[in-house]
Nanobody
Framework: QVQLVESGGGLVQAGGSLRLSCAAS????????MGWFRQAPGKEREFVAA????????NIAGSVKGRYTISRDNAKNTVYLEMNGLKPEDTAVYYC????????????????????WGQGTQVTVSS
């Protein structure tokens, strides 16, 4: 099992930047693909970004492509979400998620199937 703790959320003005971090427990972090999702008030949770076990493959949702970057440091058991050019519509609770994948996986999108979730961190973008 893995436990996930997000940090780095907060209040920022439109056009600003934030970096979210997600720290994972356990010694098998490198066997998990990691994802970021968000849920705005009154809306369904949506996929934001994902990264493969090694970090060699990333997938960014079209709504944030060019503004958000996902990365990971397997030595630190941490995945990051760098958010630039923030807009009011980016306001949401951001969740980190993990799913175990075999080393031989051919998956490239990592948009679903996550079994472990963090508690979320609030990001609020003011206009």
């Amino acid at each position: 099992q893995v436990q996930l703790v997000e940090s780095g959320g907060g209040l920022v003005q439109a056009g600003g930047s934030l970096r979210l971090s997600c720290a994972a427990s356990g010694r098998t972090f490198s066997t998990y693909a990691m994802g970021w999702f968000r849920q705005a008030p009154g809306k369904e949770r949506e996929f934001v970004a994902a990264i493969s076990r090694s970090g060699g493959i990333t997938n960014i949702a079209g709504s944030v492509k060019g503004r958000y970057t996902i990365s990971r440091d397997n030595a630190k058991n941490t995945v990051y979400l760098e958010m630039n050019g923030l807009k009011p519509e980016d306001t949401a609770v951001y969740y980190c998620a993990a799913k175990s994948v075999p080393y031989y996986t051919t998956e490239t999108t990592y948009t679903g199937g996550y079994g472990y979730w963090g508690q979320g961190t609030q990001v609020t973008v003011s206009s």
